[in-house]
T-cell receptor, first 112, second 114 residues
Framework: AQSVTQPDIHITVSEGASLELRCNYSYGATPYLFWYVQSPGQGLQLLLK??????LVQGIKGFEAEFKRSQSSFNLRKPSVHWSDAAEYFC??????????FGDGTTLTVKP | NAGVTQTPKFQVLKTGQSMTLQCAQDMNHNSMYWYRQDPGMGLRLIYYSASEGTTDKGEVPNGYNVSRLNKREFSLRLESAAPSQTSVYFCATDSGRIAYNEQFFGPGTRLTVL
């Protein structure tokens, strides 16, 4: 069975600092990987996705993620965090059959 | 376009009461989903509908029923609410249950069962 692990429950960074959110997955076939963001009181919104090709994918709001098959990871990065990035972030894996498995989420706090 | 809408936004129930959560989408998507979100547990799939006229159980279906009324609408019913069903409920859609499709989410319904 597939699984997604986000090792960090909560991360705090200063505004303007760089950010990396970790995501590890377990799946026996080619994974289809997504990062979603959930602002307070809102539903989830897609940031970026990977399913083939270049292992570094660009998303909205200046985010990027790198797929590393050897490490079973799909970490999300941003070079300079803005206060509006404070939110909860979810990594998601889709199987070949389209079944989605979400991680437990990482809450990002941004200090002024 | 409204995207995915959910009603109500908030609800408080007493144990044993029933209610229906409504979801509608104007994205012309085939597939619709109901998730619950609990602190520290990510999103867990309750039921989904791959297309109009079909529904299937997800990871945590006990205590819930669903109806795919038409292509646009997918409702979730709690027949006899229990405190364990206190959660945030999200409806989501995609154009088909295919690996590379992302899902589009509604704003959620926050349900408290006393």
């Amino acid at each position: 069975a597939q699984s997604v692990t986000q090792p960090d429950i909560h991360i705090t960074v200063s505004e303007g600092a760089s950010l990396e959110l970790r995501c590890n997955y377990s799946y026996g076939a080619t994974p289809y990987l997504f990062w979603y963001v959930q602002s307070p009181g809102q539903g989830l919104q897609l940031l970026l996705k990977y399913f083939s090709g270049d292992t570094l994918v660009q998303g909205i709001k200046g985010f990027e993620a790198e797929f590393k098959r050897s490490q079973s990871s799909f970490n999300l990065r941003k070079p300079s965090v803005h206060w509006s990035d404070a939110a909860e972030y979810f990594c998601c894996l889709n199987t070949n059959a389209g079944k989605s498995t979400f991680g437990d989420g990482t809450t990002l706090t941004v200090k002024p | 376009n409204a995207g995915v809408t959910q009603t109500p936004k908030f609800q408080v129930l007493k144990t044993g009461q029933s209610m229906t959560l409504q979801c509608a989408q104007d994205m012309n998507h085939n597939s619709m989903y109901w998730y619950r979100q609990d602190p520290g547990m990510g999103l867990r799939l309750i039921y989904y509908s791959a297309s109009e006229g079909t529904t299937d159980k997800g990871e945590v279906p006990n205590g819930y029923n669903v109806s795919r009324l038409n292509k646009r609408e997918f409702s979730l019913r709690l027949e006899s609410a229990a405190p364990s069903q206190t959660s945030v409920y999200f409806c989501a859609t995609d154009s088909g249950r295919i690996a590379y499709n992302e899902q589009f989410f509604g704003p959620g319904t926050r349900l408290t069962v006393l």
